[in-house]
């Protein structure tokens, strides 16, 4: 799946990251000497890129994808979100965590974890310093209607502990007796705070004073 968001290429994306970088430049109508100055490096540069006879340095990515209005993994690989083309600006790099591992990675220190062996992810929406990805597992959040949002076994969410929560966002929790994290839709109704599944073979459960909230779900990725 990691591979799949690092390197999926959806219909819309372009074969080489020499032509998304061309099509993205012309679309925000600068030339390549342009780009350079923004960017600080030479239109020479820029030709080289376009022609993807090399490839932009990590150095010099960021600052690619500020300029462009995208994504780094668009550039590189055509990496979509919410299967579209992902050209929203990066706001942070977040830690991919298993999903057994996201109430155990929760109720830990952030900064412990070990950035040498973790994936990393690229979050195309605002985003709080301690926003992580987790794939998706179960089907409780799949919904049988098939315009309905759903969020299917294998999906990547991306989930914001700092986010504000409301009655209707989807969230990821830990239940009161419970030693594994649930993605679930949170509600308040007449009082009573509950975790809702999408599909309604699963049964709504209560959230309880000593259940708590993990982080809100802001967004999701779906391979093509």
């Known amino acids: 799946m990691l591979d799949n968001f690092k390197k999926n290429i959806g219909s819309t994306a372009m074969t080489t990251s020499g032509q998304r970088i061309k099509s993205r430049r012309m679309e925000k109508n600068l030339t390549q ?9 030479s239109a020479t540069s820029i030709t080289y890129w376009e022609n993807a006879e090399v490839e932009p340095k990590n150095k010099h990515l960021s600052a690619l994808s500020r300029a462009l209005d995208c994504a780094p993994d668009y550039i590189l690989h055509g990496a979509t979100f919410g299967g579209e083309v992902s050209i929203a600006p990066i706001h942070s790099r977040i830690p991919l965590i298993r999903w057994n591992e ?3 990675y ?6 412990k974890l070990d950035k040498e062996t973790v994936d990393w992810l690229y979050c195309p929406v605002q985003c709080g310093e301690n926003t992580f990805a987790t794939t998706v597992n179960g089907d409780s ?13 294998g999906i990547i969410i991306f989930i914001d502990p700092d986010a504000p929560l409301v009655s209707g966002s989807r969230v990821m929790a830990k239940l009161e007796d419970s030693e594994e994290a649930t993605f679930k839709e949170y509600i308040e109704d007449g009082g009573k705070k509950l975790l809702k599944p999408i599909n309604p073979q699963y049964a709504i459960e ?11 779900v802001i967004g999701s990725f779906v391979a093509e």
Do not use: C, H, W
């Not at 959040?141 to 076994?153: G, V, W």
């Open 206 to 216: 209560a959230f309880t004073d000593g259940s708590k909230i993990i982080g809100v």
């Open 102 to 104: 996201v109430n155990a």
């Open 33 to 41: 000497r342009a780009l350079g100055e923004l960017v600080g490096v």
């Open 106 to 111: 929760y109720q830990g220190d952030y900064m």
């Open 141 to 153: 959040m799949t919904s049988p209607y098939p315009n309905n949002k759903s969020y299917p076994a």
